[in-house]
C-alpha cells in the first residue's frame, strides 16, 4: 500500500480487495441498546436522506415506502444475525447408534451481504463434522448458517463463524465448511465479471488431515440430484 495514499483511499483499496479485519463480526458495545423498533425508525430517516439525495421523488407511490421496507428488510431479515437473542438453539443427541464416519450437509443456500459495498452473496454452503459421540439435528446446521450469513460479511469470517460455533455446539475440533459464492460487488460492479465465484473453506481436527479433506470434497463433488 502506497504511503501517499489518504487515509479515504487506503479504505477503498481495502473495501475493493475484499479485506477483513477479524474472525468476529466488528460490533460495537452499545449494538443492542436499541430496540428494533427505534432502529427501524432511525434506518428509515437515513435511508430517505439518501434516496432524496440521489434526486429522487418519494411523493410517488412506488417510492414513497421504500425508505421504511428497506428498513425493516436491514433490521428483520437480512442483518437479522447480528442480533445474539436470534442465534439459533441447537439441541444435541447421544450418538446411539455410534455413527463414527463423516456427516455432510451440502448444497446449504447461503444468502449474505458484502461487509464493503453491501450487496448480495449468493452461494452454497458444505458443511461436515464427525461425531465424537454428539450428533446435531440436520436442520440445525442449515440454521447455523443462515444466522452467521444474515449480517455484513466478509466470505472468509463467515466460513471460520460457523465452524466455531458447531465446534461450540458439538463437542469437537472435527469440523469443516466450505463455501463458494458469487459477489454482487464483483459481478456487477467494478470488474464486472459475472462469470466468477469465491471459493473458501476453513478445517478443523481431523479435516486438517490431507486423506479426511479429501473424503470431504469428494462427498461435495458427489452428483446428487434426484
Do not use: W
Request: charge should be negative; include cysteine; glycine fraction near 6%.
Amino acid at each position: 500500500m502506497k504511503l501517499e495514499q489518504t487515509l479515504e483511499e487506503q479504505f477503498e483499496d481495502r473495501g475493493n480487495d475484499h479485506v477483513g479485519s477479524a474472525q468476529d463480526t466488528p460490533l460495537r458495545q452499545d449494538a443492542f441498546v436499541l430496540e428494533d423498533a427505534e432502529k427501524i425508525k432511525r434506518i428509515e430517516g437515513n435511508v430517505r436522506e439518501i434516496l432524496l439525495t440521489l434526486g429522487l421523488d418519494l411523493d410517488d407511490d412506488s417510492l414513497k415506502g421504500t425508505p421504511k421496507r428497506v428498513a425493516k428488510m436491514f433490521v428483520k431479515e437480512i442483518f437479522g444475525g447480528l442480533h445474539p437473542d436470534r442465534r439459533p438453539k441447537s439441541s444435541t443427541f447421544e450418538n446411539k447408534y455410534k455413527y463414527g464416519q463423516m456427516l455432510v450437509e451440502k448444497n446449504i443456500t447461503l444468502y449474505s451481504t458484502c461487509e464493503h459495498h453491501l450487496l448480495p452473496i449468493v452461494g452454497k454452503a458444505h458443511v461436515a463434522y464427525i461425531s465424537n459421540g454428539t450428533v446435531v439435528g440436520l436442520s440445525k446446521m442449515n440454521r447455523i448458517v443462515d444466522y452467521y450469513a444474515k449480517r455484513p460479511q466478509v466470505q472468509e469470517r463467515l466460513n471460520i463463524q460457523i465452524v466455531k460455533e458447531l465446534q461450540k455446539v458439538l463437542g469437537t475440533e472435527d469440523v469443516a465448511c466450505l463455501i463458494d459464492a458469487k459477489h454482487l460487488c464483483v459481478n456487477s460492479r467494478g470488474i464486472r465479471d459475472i462469470e466468477s465465484s469465491t471459493v473458501t473453506a476453513e478445517y478443523g481436527g481431523k479435516f486438517k488431515d490431507e486423506a479426511v479433506r479429501k473424503e470431504f470434497l469428494e462427498y461435495v463433488n458427489l452428483d446428487t440430484e434426484f
